[in-house]
């Protein structure tokens, strides 16, 4: 593949920007995120039901230090706040869809779908994090692949989060690979020694996904209980496109 844009995206699980030595530091996460040089970010345990110290919220705070667009995707509201899901991109946003995945008796979960348009290229992502229970886990995974296959093979998809599975032979991954092509298992959880490959990314079409690794830095290790994941995704002539805005059920 000849790409003739390549993106840097980053998937985080940020843990409400506690960080292992219990505190909570939004600033600390802002700088591990622009020292990435990313392009897009997805994060999952975003809190912004209390306001930060220098006012405003967490997701506020971080789109003003990283100077990136931010869209939000709650999955729990409380008063005027909400935690969940957000995205932070470089690149316009336009059409956002928040697609419920909850499943009865269990947490409330979500995927945030939004559309980026890059120059003449259009890239749809979808950013979540699974429950904690199995089969709460393949139903969640049937709903964002019902979702995926609505969108058509037009555009670039990148699916990212906190997948909340490392067993290579669990259900929910190999129907991820079957459908999206096999990824590389990036270990981040716990972060001062991960051991678990439980945050991931997929790119349909597969050869657009190149280098894929956990970023290890010191400032990483300790800012959240999860390592963030960065991958470079390689966009062609074939995502180019003008989309219609979408919607989901």
Not at 71 to 98: K, M, Q
């Amino acid at each position: 593949m000849s790409p003739d844009r390549t993106l840097n995206i980053v998937t985080w699980n940020v843990h409400g920007c506690v960080g292992r030595d219990g505190r909570r530091d939004v600033d600390r996460v802002a700088s591990v995120l622009s020292k990435t040089n990313a392009d897009i970010i997805g994060l999952q345990e975003v809190d912004c039901r209390n306001p930060v110290p220098t006012g405003g919220s967490q997701l506020e705070r971080l789109a003003s230090l990283t100077g990136l667009e931010a869209v939000a995707g709650p999955t729990r509201h409380e008063g005027e706040g909400f935690f969940g899901n957000a995205v932070l991109s470089r690149h316009s946003i336009g059409d956002v869809a928040l697609i419920n995945v909850s499943v009865r008796g269990r947490e409330p979960r979500g995927i945030l779908h939004a559309r980026l348009q890059i120059g003449s290229h259009s890239v749809d992502l979808f950013n979540t994090h699974f429950g904690l229970n199995p089969g709460e886990r393949r139903r969640q995974v049937q709903r964002l692949l019902e979702a995926a296959d609505a969108l058509g093979d037009a555009t670039t998809l990148v699916v990212i989060g906190d997948f909340n599975e490392w067993r290579a032979r669990a259900a929910a991954l190999v129907r991820l690979s079957a459908a999206f092509g096999a990824v590389p298992a990036v270990r981040t959880f716990p972060s001062r020694f991960p051991i678990l490959a439980l945050d991931r990314v997929w790119v349909r079409p597969r050869p657009a996904l190149g280098d894929l690794r956990a970023v290890q830095t010191p400032l990483a290790r300790i800012a959240s209980d999860h390592l963030p994941v960065r991958a470079v995704v390689m966009l062609t002539a074939s995502s180019e496109s003008t989309r219609s805005g979408f919607s989901h059920p």
